[in-house]
């Protein structure tokens, strides 16, 4: 809308001057409102974003720490059965246990090996054993000498006598065949091993990653900023984590500031499941509001150039007043000026409100949504028809996911479908995959340049992983969660219709849930017609 020019007969100098004063002040000011609404919004964002974060990444970590204890509870559960099928056959033949302990000492990679005693506490099984070796007085050898019903043991930090690292031990009891106790087996993990785990996750220049045990005992932490050796083996002196940990919650988010090095840190500490372990992800206020300060400075930046354009404007004006023809010229350009403006403003506003319509998020599971999928598909398919590069698509499907959602309900559903794509999104590792949420159930795996044995083995690696965590499916009759895959690549040529991999991989994917779901079909080079039946 134009501004009316005010004649000089009808407006006096003084009182259009005290307008315009009037006009710049409220203008700017409504202008510094919206910049603090907008300011406001924008960290509150930052801060839910950082608490998704911080769960995600502690759900990372505690999945494999669980995953490596849990092997060594597997080997330590087979060596026990072991001693106790031989002691019940007459006696432990020193040979055939010791190669049955080398054995699952050769399926461990995460502990440093697997060793037994004897009920004296004599290490007499295992590799670089002596019997001058005696655990007696270790923590976890009395406890599961006093308690038949102990069964994994970890005991508490301690540095090693060879190695002078600290360490854990994991053990368990053996028995005679009345249940007497005839020795443990025990395998040590080092701290260090923890640290470089957590030293892969990224959590900002001023974040912090920690394990500790129930008793709030540090075992380990990364970055260790206090020095040699860390604070690993004292307890952890903060009123908000014991407060949580005495709720015994397996999750909970929280903000503290740290006596130790004075930064406000957001936390989530997660129970590592089925043992008295906890790991902490720290996010620090600092790294998660950098990018929300850029954003301030620059739209304080923006509203502050945008008053002084408009004081500037202002005093134009008046200027003009004091020479009549020069300011009718000058209101008039400033008119339009302040209509291109508003025009500008109205159309960045609805570039603003496209955006928002335009996420590419799918809500449920946070990885990208259908619309993302579409227009990267498109993308990529152009991209390999000019490079000749293959394009790979896997369509995954959660096997009987209707009767999963019906027996547990739409919660366990929706929970079942985010950890189906977080396992999935953590194997998209090269910058060109795409992992989305195809539809329902379906999710999609989109790798360019890859061959069709390399996608082949990475599929069966996805559905492999998914069986391990073995979510419980009652209605299945796998007993657990499962996937079925469809797998199509191609080099596309131009004519090949842009649907095409699309087309294979759901035929592929339809084959394997005849052949019986939980597995993986590859697709044959051209599209075929099928029969399509419901899940």
């Known amino acids: 809308m134009r501004?009316?020019?005010?004649?000089?007969?009808?407006?006096?100098?003084e009182s259009f001057v005290l307008r315009m004063v009037a006009g710049v002040i409220v203008v700017s000011l409504l202008v510094g409102l919206m910049v603090v609404v907008v300011l406001v919004q924008s960290y509150r964002l930052h801060q839910e974003q950082a608490v998704v974060t911080a769960e995600n990444l502690s759900w990372v970590l505690e999945q494999n720490i669980t995953g490596s204890v849990n092997l060594i509870n597997q080997a330590h559960l087979a060596v026990s059965d072991e001693a106790t099928r031989q002691l019940a056959a007459g006696g432990i033949d020193f040979a055939s246990f010791n190669a049955f302990i080398l054995r699952q000492d050769a399926r461990l990679t995460n502990a440093d090996g697997v060793h037994a005693t004897n009920a004296a506490g004599q290490t007499l099984y295992g590799t670089r054993v002596?019997?001058?070796?005696?655990?007696?007085g270790r923590d976890y050898f009395n406890r599961l000498r006093d308690d038949p019903n102990a069964g994994l043991v970890m005991s508490k930090p301690l540095v090693g006598r060879i190695s002078g690292k600290w360490a854990v031990v994991f053990a368990r009891r053996l028995n005679h065949p009345d249940g007497g106790f005839a020795g443990v087996v025990f395998s040590s993990v080092n701290l260090e091993s923890f640290a470089k785990l957590f030293s892969a996750i990224n959590v900002g220049p001023h974040g912090v990653v920690s394990l500790f045990d129930g008793d709030a005992t540090l075992l380990a932490r990364y970055p260790d900023s206090s020095g040699p050796g860390g604070g690993v083996g004292k307890k952890i002196n903060s009123p908000k984590l014991l407060e949580r940990l005495g709720?015994?919650?397996?999750?909970?988010?929280?903000?503290?500031?740290?006596?130790?090095?004075?930064?406000?840190?957001?936390?989530?500490?997660?129970?590592?499941?089925?043992?008295?372990?906890?790991?902490?992800?720290?996010?620090?206020?600092?790294?998660?509001?950098?990018g929300w300060w850029t954003d301030a400075l620059t739209l304080i930046g923006v509203w502050g150039l945008f008053t002084l354009l408009l004081s500037v404007v202002a005093v134009l004006l008046v200027k003009g007043w004091r020479h009549r023809l020069a300011a009718l010229k000058t209101m008039e350009e400033n008119a339009e000026l302040e209509a291109k403006?508003?025009?500008?403003?109205?159309?960045?506003?609805?570039?603003?409100?496209?955006?928002?319509?335009?996420?590419?998020?799918?809500?449920?599971?946070?990885?990208?949504?259908?619309?993302?999928?579409?227009?990267?598909?498109?993308?990529?398919?152009?991209?390999?028809?000019?490079?000749?590069?293959?394009?790979?698509?896997?369509?995954?499907?959660?096997?009987?996911?209707?009767?999963?959602?019906?027996?547990?309900?739409?919660?366990?559903?929706?929970?079942?479908l985010r950890k189906v794509a977080q396992l999935l999104n953590g194997h998209a590792r090269r910058s060109g995959d795409l992992v989305a949420r195809y539809g329902g159930e379906e999710f999609a795996f989109m790798a360019p340049a890859m061959d069709s044995s390399s996608i082949l083995a990475l599929t069966e690696t996805i559905r492999k992983a998914l069986e391990a965590l073995e979510m419980p499916h009652d209605m299945s009759p796998l007993g657990r969660v499962t996937v079925s895959a469809g797998i199509a690549?191609?080099?596309?040529?131009?004519?090949?219709a842009p649907d095409l991999l699309v087309t294979l991989a759901d035929q592929a994917l339809y084959q394997a849930k005849r052949d019986g779901r939980n597995r993986s079909v590859l697709a044959e080079e051209t599209p075929v017609r099928v029969e399509v039946t419901a899940d």
């Open 3 to 13: 501004l009316k020019t005010p004649s000089l007969t009808s407006l006096q100098r």
């Open 130 to 136: 002596s019997p001058t070796s005696n655990v007696v």
């Open 247 to 290: 709720s015994n919650e397996l999750l909970s988010t929280y903000r503290v500031h740290s006596g130790v090095d004075g930064i406000d840190r957001i936390f989530s500490n997660r129970k590592v499941t089925g043992h008295p372990l906890y790991v902490a992800v720290g996010l620090a206020q600092e790294d998660i509001l950098a």
């Open 341 to 416: 403006v508003a025009d500008r403003t109205r159309d960045l506003e609805e570039s603003n409100r496209k955006l928002s319509a335009l996420s590419a998020t799918d809500g449920l599971t946070g990885i990208a949504n259908r619309r993302r999928f579409d227009e990267t598909y498109a993308h990529e398919w152009n991209r390999a028809v000019r490079t000749g590069q293959p394009l790979a698509l896997v369509l995954f499907d959660v096997d009987l996911f209707k009767n999963y959602n019906d027996h547990y309900g739409h919660l366990k559903g929706d929970d079942c």
């Open 489 to 496: 690549v191609r080099v596309p040529v131009i004519g090949d």
